[in-house]
T-cell receptor, first 114, second 121 residues
Framework: DAGITQSPRYKITETGRQVTLMCHQT?????MFWYRQDLGHGLRLIYY???????DKGEVPDGYVVSRSKTENFPLTLESATRSQTSVYFC?????????????FGDGTRLSIL | AQTVTQSQPEMSVQEAETVTLSCTYDTSESDYYLFWYKQPPSRQMILVIRQEAYKQQNATENRFSVNFQKAAKSFSLKISDSQLGDAAMYFC??????????????????FGQGTILTVHP
């Protein structure tokens, strides 16, 4: 039972570079989410997807791009990384919307932009 | 838009004692879900307990229980018989029960700022 996996676990890059964070889930969950975690803010939603080829913006989408060509994958791309995007990024998935269908999280990617 | 507030940045408790973490939220919706997540140093996000707003009975999961006060928009977490393994960051989170909520995202979780819990032996 692999669940939801994120890669890489740690990443260091420079400003202006493009970087892609990967998220893969084995449950065939319809809904997938990207959050960023920053001190004092908790987790904030970047983008979400309700199904393959359906994505939409969350609270803090600027500077990020997502795609979802397959149900199981939901990569997050920083097209031109900035220092303000240094954060811990979490991918999550859920089967549906009910309380008995909570979001399951990956282990996070710590991204540092120098 | 919904907001979630955790007013205690840090809390501490002695092993085997009881501690309560506070959470308040603001919403105009009548149906929603509330969650507590635990984040240990390993960075995993672990679901601790969930509450459906239409249920008056407070949720319990072993040593974890909540005090859900809908009118006051309060959702506190009580940890009984605290253990060293309970040490972590705890997040309170809100989720609308509606698929479409003011144009915002499907099943979006709105998180509080987190409370760091230290357990002393």
């Amino acid at each position: 039972d692999a669940g939801i996996t994120q890669s890489p676990r740690y990443k260091i890059t420079e400003t202006g570079r493009q970087v892609t964070l990967m998220c893969h889930q084995t449950w065939s969950h319809s809904y997938m989410f990207w959050y960023r975690q920053d001190l004092g803010h908790g987790l904030r939603l970047i983008y979400y997807s309700a199904a393959a080829d359906i994505t939409d913006k969350g609270e803090v989408p600027d500077g990020y791009v997502v795609s979802r060509s397959k149900t199981e994958n939901f990569p997050l791309t920083l097209e031109s990384a900035t220092r303000s995007q240094t954060s811990v990024y979490f991918c999550a998935s859920s089967l549906g919307q009910g309380a008995n269908q909570p979001q399951h999280f990956g282990d996070g990617t710590r991204l540092s932009i120098l | 838009a919904q907001t979630v507030t955790q007013s205690q940045p840090e809390m501490s408790v002695q092993e085997a004692e009881t501690v309560t973490l506070s959470c308040t939220y603001d919403t105009s919706e009548s149906d929603y879900y509330l969650f507590w997540y635990k984040q240990p140093p390993s960075r995993q996000m672990i679901l601790v307990i969930r509450q459906e707003a239409y249920k008056q009975q407070n949720a319990t999961e072993n040593r974890f229980s909540v005090n859900f006060q809908k009118a006051a928009k309060s959702f506190s977490l009580k940890i009984s018989d605290s253990q060293l393994g309970d040490a972590a960051m705890y997040f309170c989170a809100y989720r609308s029960a509606f698929l479409f909520s003011g144009g915002t995202s499907y099943g979006k979780l709105t998180f509080g700022q987190g409370t760091i819990l230290t357990v002393h032996p």
